[in-house]
């Protein structure tokens, strides 16, 4: 089954870390570009941070500028956010998802990432 699956999610306090896990299956990731998106309480869906093939970084937000991190691991056929410092404006759940054109650069469009995660939740609070 062609699925991606996020995890590590869940609750921090200001200042704190996180790493989620975007895992995926029937498919090599390798092969595609990928991106983190997330989606607050009664906000629509923002981008975060996108990785290429080639492991081009590509931010979408300014806001996480120098406190989130992507990366990928194909031998483990997962691509990892790196969430340092975090706000409580970071609350979201957070989804991973595939560019699955085949081009393997990051798109400027969030239509063109066509396989989601279900998303993980990450709720920031003291």
């Known amino acids: 089954q062609v699925q991606l699956v996020e995890s590590g999610g869940g609750l921090v306090q200001p200042g704190g870390s996180l790493r989620l896990s975007c895992a995926a299956s029937g498919f090599a990731l390798s092969a595609l570009a990928i991106g983190w998106f997330r989606q607050a309480p009664e906000k629509e869906r923002e981008g975060v941070l996108c990785?290429?093939?080639?492991?081009?970084?590509?931010l979408y937000d300014d806001s996480v500028k120098g406190r989130f991190t992507i990366s990928r691991d194909n031998a483990k056929n997962t691509v990892y956010l790196q969430m340092d410092s975090l706000k409580p404006e970071d609350t979201a759940v957070y989804f991973c998802?595939?560019?699955?054109?085949?081009?393997?650069?990051?798109?400027?469009?969030?239509?063109?990432?066509?396989?989601w995660g279900q998303g993980t939740q990450v709720t920031v609070s003291s």
């Open positions: 998802a595939a560019d699955r054109s085949g081009y393997g650069y990051c798109p400027q469009s969030e239509d063109d990432f066509t396989l």
């Open positions: 990785i290429s093939t080639s492991s081009v970084r590509s």
